[in-house]
C-alpha cells in the first residue's frame, strides 16, 4: 500500500510532527505487523524521528542545524541561494524505515517522526509504503 500526503509548511524552517497521520493510515489498513517507509519527495525537506516530548528539542535542532549550515554563505554557488537547505535534508535524510507492531508504529516513549522543511513555506508531499508481513 502506498498514499502520497500532502503538508504545508508555514515557516523557513520547521519540524512538522507527522506521528498521528502515519499510525491513523495504519490503522485504516488494517495492518498489524510490518514496516514504513516515510520519504519525502524533495531536495530541500527531510524525514526524522526524534524526540517529541519538549518543543524545545526541535528549536535546538533547527539553531544548530542553521549554525552549522548558514542560509548565506559567501561560497556557495548554487543559483537558487538554497544550499543550506540541500545540506540540511543531506544530514537529516530524506527517508526513514519503520517498524509495524501490533497495527502501530514502534516508536520509543518520547520519539516522533518528522516532516523537516529547510526552504520554506510551501506545499510539500512525502510518500508512504506500508508493506505488510506475511
Same mark, same amino acid.
Given at each position: 500500500?502506498?498514499?502520497?500526503f500532502?503538508?504545508?509548511?508555514?515557516?523557513?524552517?520547521?519540524?512538522?510532527?507527522?506521528?498521528?497521520?502515519?499510525?491513523?493510515?495504519?490503522?485504516?489498513?488494517? +495492518?498489524?505487523? #510490518?514496516?514504513?517507509?516515510?520519504?519525502?519527495?524533495?531536495? !530541500? =525537506?527531510?524525514?526524522? +524521528? @526524534?524526540? @517529541?516530548?519538549?518543543?524545545?528539542?526541535?528549536?535546538?535542532?533547527?539553531?544548530?542545524?542553521?549554525?552549522?549550515?548558514?542560509?548565506?554563505?559567501?561560497?556557495?554557488?548554487? =543559483?537558487? #541561494? @538554497?544550499?543550506? =537547505?540541500?545540506?540540511? !535534508?543531506?544530514?537529516? &535524510?530524506?527517508? /526513514?524505515?519503520?517498524? +509495524?507492531?501490533? #497495527?502501530?508504529?514502534?516508536? #520509543?516513549t518520547? /520519539? &516522533?517522526?518528522?516532516?523537516?522543511?529547510?526552504? &520554506?513555506?510551501?506545499?510539500? @508531499?512525502y /510518500?508512504?509504503?506500508?508493506? =505488510?508481513?506475511?
Amino acid at each position: 500500500m502506498q498514499k502520497t500526503f500532502q503538508i504545508k509548511t508555514t515557516r523557513h524552517s520547521d519540524m512538522v510532527d507527522i506521528t498521528s497521520k502515519l499510525e491513523e493510515w495504519i490503522y485504516e489498513s488494517g +495492518v498489524e505487523e #510490518g514496516i514504513l517507509v516515510v520519504t519525502s519527495m524533495h531536495t !530541500t =525537506a527531510g524525514i526524522t +524521528v @526524534n524526540e @517529541n516530548a519538549d518543543p524545545d528539542v526541535k528549536t535546538d535542532m533547527l539553531r544548530r542545524l542553521d549554525e552549522i549550515y548558514p542560509w548565506n554563505h559567501v561560497k556557495d554557488l548554487h =543559483a537558487e #541561494g @538554497n544550499t543550506a =537547505a540541500h545540506l540540511k !535534508t543531506s544530514t537529516v &535524510g530524506h527517508a /526513514q524505515t519503520l517498524i +509495524v507492531s501490533e #497495527g502501530k508504529l514502534l516508536l #520509543g516513549t518520547w /520519539q &516522533g517522526v518528522y516532516f523537516c522543511e529547510f526552504d &520554506g513555506p510551501r506545499d510539500r @508531499n512525502y /510518500q508512504v509504503k506500508l508493506i =505488510a508481513a506475511e
